[in-house]
């Protein structure tokens, strides 16, 4: 004779069933409503770069004939013979160099304008953020235009030294191509990073610049002392995704001077795209590209070293 299941036992396996099923619906939900990103991951990213470090070891073409053949490190070996990309990488150095302090500093400084309780606070913030928003293609053209010999900002020169200086042409000169993309980079990209600190301003309590206030404390040691620890998080992101972004150099570059004049304004990013579609050299151009990845995962594991948290 069978004996008959106690009914609690039955409650509990009636539950345990019914939230094993709610469990298995969501996950089957989450993975639905996650595979659009992971596919698209996986097509335009991870593939993507298995590609480029499995084609750097190769003879592949874009389009050519010729099946792709082994080769180990001889593109690596012409790289290091190649003088424009030894001046492409002297550059984006130069302009990662300039770029990240100067962008870094200025983006603090107005997120330190801003941060305050004013009348036309929002304005203002909405005005040093447009650049941002503006289509880099966009802002290069117009700015291609202010640096023409006899554009806006030459004319600016004229008038305000009464014709005693003669502004250069800024982009087809190699004196000054670079500093002028340099210029304007700068002043595009301000206002990301100057939302970026002003949230990580506005997490330092505020009680702390109000005892800093009532003990009598300087601004500048109330910011050396109180605003700049606070900011420790905000200012290693801040680093990390202004170098990204000046190694990262290309459309100022296309758009403004392809490179020129004379490869001084040239970079890793540029160089990579032109060997690889213009000149159909794929192999070539992923074996700058495998340089590039290295480099920058290089200086930003250094830069994260060197802005980490202390015990």
Request: no cysteine; aromatic share 10%; hydrophobic share 50%.
């Amino acid at each position: 004779m069978t004996a008959a299941v106690p009914l609690r036992t039955r409650s509990r396996r009636t539950r345990g069933g019914t939230l094993s099923t709610a469990r298995r619906r969501e996950g089957l939900t989450a993975l639905g409503m996650a595979s659009p990103a992971v596919l698209l991951l996986l097509v335009f990213f991870v593939i993507p770069v298995v590609l480029a470090f499995g084609l750097a070891f190769t003879s592949a073409r874009l389009i050519s004939p010729t099946p792709a053949r082994f080769v180990g490190l001889r593109n690596f070996a012409m790289l290091a013979e190649d003088p424009v990309f030894l001046r492409s990488v002297l550059n984006t150095f130069a302009f990662a160099a300039v770029v990240v302090p100067v962008q870094a500093g200025l983006a603090l400084g107005l997120a330190l304008l801003v941060n305050g309780r004013f009348r036309g606070t929002n304005f203002f913030r909405t005005v040093y953020f447009i650049p941002v928003v503006t289509s880099m293609v966009v802002v290069s053209i117009v700015w291609t235009f202010l640096y023409q010999k006899n554009g806006l900002l030459n004319r600016i020169i004229d008038g305000v030294t009464l014709g005693l200086v003669r502004g250069p042409d800024w982009l087809n000169d190699p004196s000054t191509s670079l500093a002028a993309i340099i210029f304007m980079s700068v002043w595009q990209g301000a206002g990301f990073h100057m939302i970026i600190w002003l949230a990580g301003l506005q997490t330092i309590p505020a009680e702390l610049h109000e005892a800093a206030s009532i003990d009598g404390v300087s601004r500048w040691t109330r910011f050396r002392f109180v605003t700049w620890p606070g900011l420790r998080a905000t200012r290693t992101f801040v680093l990390i995704t202004i170098t990204i972004s000046a190694f990262s150099l290309f459309t100022q570059v296309n758009v403004m001077t392809q490179g020129g004049p004379l490869d001084s304004t040239s970079t890793l990013v540029y160089q990579a795209v032109r060997s690889g579609y213009q000149q159909q050299q794929t192999a070539y151009a992923s074996a700058i590209s495998l340089v590039f990845f290295v480099l920058v995962l290089i200086v930003s594991l250094v830069q994260r070293r060197l802005t980490r948290e202390k015990d």
